[in-house]
């Protein structure tokens, strides 16, 4: 029997907002998903401010430089809130 060596890479690949939950795709393949009430400054945010992140934090953060929202992966997996 042979093991192989799980690739976890937790960086960010996509993130989607919808008018209700927050979706981050990950490279290694997971998806993490939160209701969107999670995160008062996203939810009060306009669909355009939602549509423009960067990932940053060298691939393990989101920023959304039109309502200066910043969330990481580690967060994200770890189940944390937003502060707004």
């Known amino acids: 029997m042979s093991i192989s060596a799980i690739n976890h890479d937790a960086r960010i690949d996509d993130v989607m907002v919808t008018c209700d939950r927050l979706e981050v795709q990950l490279r290694d393949g ?16 306009t669909e355009a401010d939602r549509a423009v992140w960067e990932i940053c934090a060298g691939g393990y953060g989101i920023h959304w430089p039109g309502i200066d929202e910043d969330l990481s992966v580690a967060g994200l997996l770890a189940g944390a809130r937003g502060q707004g």
């Open 30 to 45: 997971r998806r993490v998903s939160a209701p969107l009430e999670w995160f008062p400054l996203l939810l009060s945010a």
